[in-house]
């Protein structure tokens, strides 16, 4: 791994970062929304557990920040799917479009 | 020299009537409110009559007049050098007003108990009659020139009130407004007048004053030096205050308020609007004569010597065409203004021998008080025999009102100039001062004593010779228009009472109270002229000895003569030799009978030049622009919070979207841009 | 005295009105707080005048100082001079009638006194503080309740005049409170000037004492004067004048023209000039220009109006122009003159208001074609509408006579060209000043009664007349005897233009 | 160029081209399955960086969990599997505007910075002392994230419980 | 060790304890009756709040991953005592629903997660607070199942929070790359302003800037407030926002202290576009909800003065100013919340003539509303001013002005509701409404707060006696 630079590697994490914002940002069902969203998050786990790796092996913050992150994003998840099945019984669609009653 | 107190009590004791008349006279004593009114003013008559006799006593004593000041309180001081007191300046003018004053005003006092007999507002006619003579005695004591312009804006409101005085009659209320604003107008000129004069003399005292500016001093040269678009600021001063006496005197261009006054009460117009207020310009141009003639800066004597002649004359003119018989008599009492005027315009350069034009100015002054008052009062008497002032409905009137014949007479031959009465002497004076000084002057000044004659006796004939008027001239009158004081509703609730089934066949002529001052003042008229004016009025209180009665006084007589023979030509035996002479000119009579058409320029000016170029474009900017400024402000912010509002489109895809525009946008702005 | 008192009687009246049950129970008590109030401002008066002649020469009397935020340097501070004491003195006069006037007020009457209270504690608050941010406090303490009792009690377009007024007099307010902000940060108090320590301070006497860059005076006056001059109508910021006080109740109309316009000269006067007398002496010019136009036009403006309380309104744009007018003149007698203005103004358009509002009540019209002939209907009303216009066109024994002479005499001092052609404009619109106060009285006052209905209308009753005769009696006070008012005026007025004729020395 | 670079670029091709598919595909299963194959890449690049542990819990939690739970999700609200509506084009025009440009600055701040490695010092990321570190108090203990974290997912439990219940009628 | 560390936890133990006896209370005791619930509950809150007040010890914990002080204590009382109003004031619409056990777990779950994420020391306990935070809220907000508006107003709070929060992640991530570290301490002094931190910072910037809704990462604000039940908006609005102020204001003074000439000048930038816009967007709004929420932006631009003020006068007035937030805002929900549980209506025009049938409520409503904008003598006044005059500090009069100019704007609207209140009239205007003891309770606490906070120097002082600055 030695031969790879460490810019390479955050190359696959930012250019992750950014598919997974573009996902967000165009995907008009909520379901894929949030697929995208957890792109973004492990695009950040990796830079967290590259940094750690590359930089700063001496100790492990990057590591356990990643793993707190996969807990949450799990618990995030669960919560808006269950929104998001909420919402649908509401309005019969998950297209994000729908819900748009309040605005301005 | 009499004791100050006396002196403080000629002028207040009318405050006191007015202020418990004022307070409590409709509630409590309605009835005695004449009495208590005539009252207190009798008694500083008395106080004033006492006071003059001792000071002009003195005068003869020890051989000149002396000025002192006995009272002096400061009133506001408005700046360390600069302090308005109330103080009362002694000297001979002011003690011969006071005298004037209080008398002229007694009699009127007098004559109301009868004339206003029953009036509903009986008690503040009363209020207001003590206000004004309060105020005119205020004025001519004053010994602060600001103390002068206090008093005077308060006759000027107590004239307000009065002519004011049937306040629902539109007339009386539109004459009683035109008067206010016009001399308020005025005194604009005179309130910046004095502020120049007391910024240069630094002091507003008028003694002060004169000498700081008469005396070639510090403040001297700046005054006479400093000068505005060309004219020194002294003249300055001086002449705007001569606008403010020019607007008081009723001075052509200023004299359009005087006519109408006359809707005023007929006593008022005797008190205030004959003999005493009307001549407080010429008292205030002699107040300040010694600095109008203090060095050789007679410009502005010259315009007050033509504006006087003209008034003078343009007025006799108008006068021979009114049919009114109390405008007549306005026209006549601006005309006599006018000669006084032009009698102070009459200026020899100081050290030389004498001023005579000063003396003759208060001479005159003093008697045509007299016997304008008088005809005033007769006038009234008149009117309320006719109910009406309209030369037409009377006639014939000398059975029926002999005393008033009598004592109208008197008065007509007073103010012609017929010796031996009183206005012979003053007029004679007067237009030996002009012949002194300018010879036209003189010239308009003998023509108009002329035509004085003319339209005096004009309306003495026509009123007590001729024809008897129709016994309906009272409803006639009624329908005489604007003109006909009888046509409001003054007789209904007024002295009606006791005249209410017209004249004919009546034999009382008046109440004694009203006949009483006819009397005195026909007295008056008689033998006010043998005062030794000369050696107790004079500018700067050195006697000057009497010129005896020469061939110089023999053209105006001849003229007054004249005058005479042609109104009774023309008046004594009723008719249509008039109608003839005004048909032979037409044009000018009409020309003339519409006053110059003078009101109609001056409803021209207000009208539709102030009003609709000054004022409607003010209020409408304000409403439209300044406040549209402000409305605006709150109209964009308005739109603006429409026009943003698509930023909160509803769809959450945007706001992310535009969370990380937010982001990339500062990164870019801090990062590259601003650091 | 304990000068706190005077903005405690109030809310105290104001709280004890809150547990009043009854609308009569709540007049009473509130006629008797405004009493109370009357009564200690003439107390104040005279101790004031004790304290003077037993030669106590301290600029400020009765201090009284409570650090309210220490860590700011913040202090409730309270002392009198002349001036305030004046002021206050006018306050108690106008809440009193105020009170008197609106006796007959029904729908949510308890609400209504409480406000009025409200508003006075606010005033009296504002004359005495001698920490701008106390004297802030009380400024903005008074905008809600206007708002209130405008919209609620008002007539007319209320709610737009309300918000109007609250909306400007708010935004006047900012630029003070900016301004006051420029002063704080550039105020140093280190020394301990103001009592305590802190870098910078609030306290007026402090700041007057230590002297702010010319910098500093020339950025942030305007932001002060402008800002307070919005209260007492500066041209072009005058425009919510004619529509707050027609729209509000008699009351309202009455304490906002006769108090709340004061307000801002008193600022205008207390704060700017007096705290930066350097920009003072540079902004005049402009300061006087405004103020002639504002004098000139507001009277134009007047002659055309048809409904009293516009006329009124406008008018007292014209005469406020006149205080603005003696502040910017910069001489002690036309600062004398100025503050004198805003007394007669105060009590006299408080008059006019508390006349035109009787008229309204029997008549329910205000329009001035509509009425006629009142004088046989309503003697005393009619009388004290003549007095009102006669003072407002500057008859002499009347208040307004003494304060515009004495302007006019100040500004006379002012030898340049550009203020010589001021003062002559400011004469000559007491002219235009007597066209519309007479075609007023002359329509409505005089002639025939209009309307035969006139003919039964009722004369004042006793609440209306001591409300007229105690304001007729302030403005006769001080119309007939003003020396008093003046010696009590001069010494802080003096004070002020010692300051500023110090700085003069200095440059 | 060694076999572990070799490894390395295959990994991040395939996670970057199946996360591209992910957010694009226009049938959501095969959205969904592209997700998983992009996530395992992920896991297999925690491989490659030795950090065994963080990979098996990508693989536990994220393929086995979330991805689940998605699937699920969509059974329970995707009406027979018809194509997801196309994007706004406005919006997708824009976003891929904004989305290239964030790319591109961030990308080339990072190249800009000069990272420097700090200490030699390599602990070893295995799970023994993870769960030590993790249950310890001392330097480097994570105890009271364990518990914060705890807590949250306790919260997000009772949440998704009272949300995704279906309502009983009100009638009760 | 032991005792230290509850006695410094104790805040953070009691309410976890208070969710553990509710999680007992809602699997073993059955079936209580709704009202006794509340009653309890409220109590225990109660309780909370006064066992709060005792001071604790200054100290930092688990390796300076949890600190605490004088002032955090008094933070987390602040929201203590927010959480037991909005608790009262929700009390009528809590009567109608069933889950209140578990809104008051996920309620005090979020609580909790404030909590440690002021106590935070370092950026995973701060993320972890602040999901914890987050999470649960997004679960409460979408409460009223059955609305539509509800469930659409979670969903944009779920998604927004987690694109947030990632963006968050993306920059803590970026950070700890270019330092190294995750701890605040270690963290000051290893940054230099070089563009890739300052592009981390602004990536953490956006992630406060979100949860205080300042422009333009505001614009959830809006819908969420809409859609949520009213308990649940006053919740956001005030406890949410205050915690993250305060822990706002500590990362900037303590942590980013190095970066502090540049976020001078990003966040007045955010602070003048808050202000601005918000103000746009509320003068326009006839539901009340909307208008306070775009008001609370507009109130964030105001507060971020104060935080810009970076002296010790800043952190003061705006910890001072959150406290006076707390009742004004509380005091205009708590009406807000209670009209619309028992009458359903939540519109300006809706409160035409409110004044005629319910006079306390008007005068509570007119009260807060007369604070949030800053009229005196109510306690917003001095809030608002020592805050812009903590802003002025610096000498940026300009920004200055243009606040208070805003405060202009802002006073319109919120008279426009004093308008409609007062002096509007309608057909058929809202009937007498009773008021339960609950919400009295709460109304009585926010007027005396609001009368008082201000005029009382010393709530100031005290504040200001405990805060650092910069």
């Known amino acids: 791994m030695s031969q790879v630079p460490l810019t390479h590697i955050l190359f696959v994490s930012t250019a992750l970062f950014f598919i997974g914002m573009y996902g967000l940002f165009t995907r008009r069902n909520m379901i894929t929304m949030l697929m995208s969203v957890e792109l973004i998050l492990n695009s950040v786990n990796i830079n967290f557990v590259a940094f750690n790796r590359y930089l700063y092996p001496g100790k492990l913050d990057g590591v356990f920040f990643s793993l707190f992150i996969v807990a949450i994003a799990a618990a995030e998840a669960a919560v808006a799917i269950a929104i998001i099945i909420n919402l649908y019984r509401n309005f019969h669609s998950i297209d994000v479009e729908a819900a748009d009653e309040m605005k301005f | 020299m009499p004791n100050s107190a006396c002196i403080i009590l000629i002028p207040l004791l009318p405050l006191a009537g007015f202020v418990v008349l004022g307070l409590f006279g409709r509630r409590y004593f309605s009835r005695f409110a004449g009495v208590l009114g005539t009252g207190v003013v009798l008694v500083s008559a008395v106080l004033a009559i006492w006071v003059a006799w001792q000071y002009f006593g003195t005068c003869l004593a020890d051989g000149y007049c002396r000025q002192t000041v006995p009272v002096r309180f400061t009133w506001l001081r408005v700046s360390p050098g600069l302090s308005i007191d109330m103080s009362i300046i002694f000297d001979p003018i002011s003690v011969m007003m006071i005298f004037v004053v209080t008398f002229i005003s007694l009699m009127v006092h007098i004559y109301s108990l009868g004339y206003m007999k029953g009036e509903e507002r009986y008690a503040t006619y009363y209020a207001f009659l003590n206000l004004f003579t309060f105020s005119m005695l205020g004025l001519v004591l004053a010994g602060n020139i600001f103390e002068t312009y206090i008093f005077w804006e308060l006759v000027g409101c107590s004239s307000f009130l009065l002519i004011g005085y049937y306040y629902d009659r539109p007339t009386a209320v539109a004459a009683a407004k035109k008067a206010f604003i016009v001399t308020r107008f005025a005194d604009l000129g005179f309130l910046i007048g004095i ?53 008081k005197s009723a001075l052509f261009p200023l004299h359009i308020w005087l006519p109408d006054a006359m809707e005023g009460p007929t006593p008022v117009s005797a008190l205030i609007h004959a003999a005493t207020m009307v001549v407080a310009g010429v008292y205030l141009v002699a107040r300040l004569y010694l600095v109008y003639v203090g060095f050789d800066h007679f410009e502005v004597l010259h315009v007050v010597l033509w504006v006087g002649a003209i008034s003078a004359l343009l007025a006799a003119v108008i006068a021979c065409t009114q049919t009114d018989i109390k405008r007549v008599l306005a026209y006549s009492t601006m005309s006599q203004i006018g000669y006084m005027m032009f009698a102070l315009g009459t200026f020899h350069p100081v050290g030389e021998a004498t001023t005579l034009g000063y003396t003759a100015a208060m001479f005159h002054l003093f008697t045509h008080a007299f016997f304008k008052a008088l005809l005033f009062l007769c006038a009234g008497v008149i009117i309320h025999r006719v109910h009406s002032n309209e030369m037409q409905d009377m006639g014939g009137l000398r059975k029926a009102l002999p005393l008033t014949h009598g004592c109208f007479l008197i008065a007509c031959l007073a103010i012609a100039g017929i010796p031996p009465f009183a206005g012979f002497f003053s007029k004679e004076d007067i237009l030996l001062a002009a012949w002194d000084s300018n010879k036209p002057v003189y010239y308009i000044g003998l023509f108009t004593s002329g035509l004085t004659a003319f339209y005096m006796f004009r309306l003495y004939f026509s009123v007590f010779w001729g024809r008897p008027a129709r016994a309906g001239g009272a409803q006639f009158g009624a329908g005489g228009g604007h003109h006909s004081e009888g046509s409001g509703g003054r007789h209904s609730e007024g002295s009606g009472g006791h005249h209410g089934e017209g004249f004919v066949g009546r034999h009382e002529e008046a109440p004694f109270t009203m006949k009483l001052p006819l009397v005195i003042l026909a007295l008056g008229a008689v033998f006010a002229g043998w005062v030794p004016f000369s050696r ?66 001056y409803l021209f000016i207000t009208k539709r030049v102030i009003f609709n170029l000054i004022g409607r474009p003010a209020a409408w900017i304000d409403r439209n622009i300044v406040d549209g400024m402000m409305n605006g402000l709150a109209a964009v912010t308005a739109w603006t919070s429409t026009a943003i509002k698509r930023l909160q489109s509803g769809k959450v895809q945007d706001y992310a979207l535009y969370f990380f525009m937010g982001i990339a946008g500062l990164a870019v702005l801090f990062i590259y841009i601003y650091s | ?108 009457g308890k609400e209504f006194f409480v406000l009025l209270l409200f508003l006075s504690a606010g005033a009296y608050g504002f004359f005495l503080s001698l920490d701008l941010f106390t004297l802030f406090f009380f400024l903005e303490i008074s905008v809600i309740p206007k708002f209130l009792l405008i919209g609620i009690w008002g007539s007319g377009r209320k709610e737009y005049s309300a918000m109007k007024l609250a909306l400007m007099l708010m935004a006047g307010s900012a630029l003070v409170f900016v301004g006051l902000l420029g002063v704080y940060y550039n105020t140093d108090a280190t020394g301990g000037v103001s009592g305590v320590g802190g870098p910078h301070t609030f306290d007026w ?43 509000a109740p008699t009351a309202a109309s009455m304490f906002l023209a006769g108090i709340s316009m004061k307000l801002g000269g008193y600022g205008c006067l207390r704060v700017a000039v007096f705290l930066m007398p350097d920009a003072a002496r540079e902004y005049s010019p402009i300061i006087i220009v405004l103020a002639t136009i504002a004098i000139v036009y507001g009277a134009f403006a007047t002659m055309m109006q048809k409904d009293l309380k516009y006329i009124n309104a406008y008018s007292s744009i014209s005469h406020c122009g006149f205080i603005l007018l003696g502040i910017g003149m910069l001489t002690q007698t036309a600062m ?10 105060g009590l006299m358009t408080a008059l006019f208001f508390a006349a035109i509002g009787m008229i309204y009540d029997r008549t329910h019209t205000r329009l001035v074609d509509r009425l006629g002939g009142l004088l046989k209907v309503m003697p005393f009303i009619s009388t004290v509408f003549v007095i009102a216009g006669l003072c407002s066109l500057g008859l002499p024994g009347l208040s307004g006579f003494v304060a515009e002479i004495t302007v006019f005499m100040g500004s006379w001092q002012r030898t340049e060209g550009m203020y010589r052609l001021a003062t002559i404009l400011a004469c000559a619109s007491i002219v235009v000043t007597a066209v519309y106060i007479l075609r007023a009285t002359g329509q409505t006052i005089m002639g025939p009664v209009k309307d035969p209905h006139y003919n039964v209308l009722t004369d004042a009753a006793w609440n209306e007349r001591l409300a007229g005769i105690l304001l007729v009696a302030g403005i006769v006070a001080i119309g007939v005897a003003p020396y008093w008012l003046n010696d009590l005026l001069t010494p802080g007025v003096s004070s002020i233009m010692h300051h500023v004729g110090k700085v003069t020395m200095t440059k | 160029m060694s076999a572990s670079a070799v490894v390395f670029y295959i990994l991040a091709a395939g996670i970057l081209v199946s996360a591209v598919l992910a957010v694009t595909s226009r049938k959501i299963f095969r959205s969904a399955i592209w997700l998983l194959f992009s996530l395992t890449g992920i896991a297999g690049l925690y491989f490659w960086l030795q950090m065994e542990f963080v990979a098996a819990v990508q693989i536990v939690v994220y393929v086995g969990g979330i991805v689940v739970l998605i699937i699920f999700s969509i059974f329970l609200t995707q009406q027979s599997g018809k194509d997801l509506p196309v994007p706004v084009r406005g919006r997708a025009v824009l976003s891929a505007l904004v989305v290239g440009a964030g790319f591109v600055l961030t990308y080339l701040m990072m190249m800009r910075y000069s990272f420097r490695p700090a200490g030699s010092r390599v602990a070893v990321a295995s799970v023994g002392n993870i769960g030590a570190q993790l249950l310890s108090t001392s330097e480097h203990g994570y105890v009271l994230p364990f518990e914060v974290i705890s807590i949250l997912l306790l919260a997000a439990m009772i949440g998704c419980i009272v949300i995704a219940m279906k309502t009983k009628p009100e009638n009760k | 060790m032991g005792a230290g560390i509850i006695l410094s936890l104790r805040q953070e133990l009691m309410v ?137 107003g979670a969903m944009k709070f779920i998604l927004s929070a987690a694109f947030s929060s990632a963006l968050l ?15 605040f301490a270690a963290l000051s002094v290893r940054l230099d302003g070089s563009p890739f931190q300052l592009f981390a910072f602004i990536l953490i910037l956006s992630g406060f800037a979100f949860k205080v809704s300042a422009v333009p990462f505001h614009l959830w604000t809006a819908d969420v407030y809409e859609g949520s039940p009213v308990p649940v908006t006053a919740y956001l609005s005030v406890v949410s926002k205050g915690a993250v102020f305060f822990v706002f204001i500590q990362v900037l003074y303590a942590v980013f202290k190095p970066l502090a000439i540049n976020w001078y000048n990003i966040l007045m930038l955010l602070s003048v576009l808050s202000m601005t816009v918000g103000n746009l967007f509320a003068l326009r709004q006839n539901r009340l909800k909307r208008l306070l929420a775009f008001s609370s932006v507009a109130q964030s631009g105001f507060i971020l003065a104060g935080v810009i003020g970076s002296s010790r006068a800043g952190e003061a007035s705006v910890v001072y100013f959150i406290l006076i937030y707390i009742f004004s805002n509380l005091g205009a929900f708590g009406v807000v919340s209670l009209i619309s549980a028992q009458t359903g209506r939540e519109n300006v025009d809706d409160y035409k003539g409110l004044y005629a049938n319910n006079k306390g409520l008007s005068w509570v409503m007119a009260l807060s509303l007369f604070s949030l904008a800053g009229i005196p003598p109510t306690a917003g006044f001095f809030g608002k001013f020592f805050l812009l005059m903590a802003g002025a500090g610096k000498g940026n009069y300009v920004y200055i002005g243009i606040a208070a100019l805003n405060m202009v704007i802002s006073l319109y609207y919120y008279l426009r509701v004093i308008k409609a209140i007062f002096m509007d009239r309608q057909e058929q205007p809202i009937g007498k409404l009773t008021i339960p003891l609950l919400p009295n309770i709460a109304f009585v606490v926010c007027v005396a707060g609001i009368m008082l906070t201000g005029v009382a120097g010393w709530v100031y002082e005290y504040i200001y006696s405990l805060s650092a600055g910069l």
């Open chain 5, 169 to 183: 992640l993306f920059g803590i991530s970026l950070l700890y790359g270019a330092t190294g570290t995750l701890d």
């Open chain 3, 336 to 345: 004398v003159g100025a503050v004198m203005q805003m007394i007669s103004h």
């Open chain 3, 205 to 247: 006497q402090a700041i007057s004492q230590m002297h702010l860059s010319i910098a500093v005076q020339r950025a942030f006056f305007p932001f002060l004067f402008v800002g307070f001059g919005i209260f007492t109508a500066l041209f072009p910021f005058h425009t919510w004048v004619p529509d707050g006080h027609s729209a």
């Open chain 2, 195 to 247: 502020l120049i004069l007391s910024f240069y003399a630094g002091s507003l005292d008028i003694r002060t004053l004169i000498q700081r500016l008469v005396q070639p001093g510090s403040q001297l040269g700046s005054i006479t030096t400093a000068s505005f678009l060309g004219i020194s600021m002294l003249s300055w001063g001086l002449g705007l205050v001569f606008v403010g006496g020019a607007g």
């Open chain 5, 16 to 152: 976890t304890g208070i969710i553990f006896i509710l999680l007992v209370m809602n699997v073993g005791v059955a079936e209580l009756k709704t009202a006794v619930i509340l009653k309890i509950v409220n109590l225990l809150l109660l309780a909370n709040v006064i066992l709060g007040c005792f001071g604790g010890p200054e100290s930092t914990l688990f390796s300076g991953m949890f600190h605490t002080n004088r002032l955090i204590v008094f933070e987390k009382n602040m929201l203590n005592l927010a959480t037991l109003i909005v608790s009262l004031t929700a009390y009528d619409w809590l009567k109608g629903h069933r889950q209140v056990v578990e809104f008051y777990m996920l309620l005090l779950a979020t609580l909790v997660g404030f909590f440690f994420m002021i106590s935070a020391g370092n950026l995973l306990m701060f993320y972890l607070g602040l999901e914890l935070s987050t999470i649960p809220l997004a679960a409460l907000s979408s409460f009223d199942l059955q609305k539509r508006q509800s469930s659409e």
């Open chain 3, 1 to 108: 005295m304990n000068l706190s008192l005077l903005v405690l009687v109030p809310l105290i009246t104001a709280v004890a009105v809150l547990f009043c049950s009854g609308l009569n129970r709540v007049r009473w008590v509130s006629l008797a707080g405004v009493t109370a109030q009357l009564a200690l401002a003439l107390g104040l008066l005279l101790l004031y005048w004790r304290e003077r002649g037993s030669g106590n020469g301290a600029p400020m009397l009765f201090e009284y100082r409570y650090a309210w935020f220490p860590a700011l340097n913040i202090w409730y501070h309270v002392g009198v001079d002349g001036i305030s004491v004046a002021m206050i003195l006018l306050t108690a006069f106008v809440m009193m009638a105020a009170v008197l006037v609106s006796w007959k007020v029904e729908a949510m």
């Open chain 2, 536 to 601: 107790l009025v004079t500018y700067d209180g050195m006697p000057q000895e009497g010129h005896g009665i020469g061939v110089f006084a023999i053209p105006p007589v001849m003229v007054a003569l004249i005058g005479i023979g042609i109104a009774s030509y023309l008046y004594r035996v009723a008719s249509d030799r008039p109608e003839r002479a005004a048909a032979a000119f037409r044009g000018m009579y009409q020309f003339v009978y519409h006053k110059f058409y003078i009101d109609e320029v």
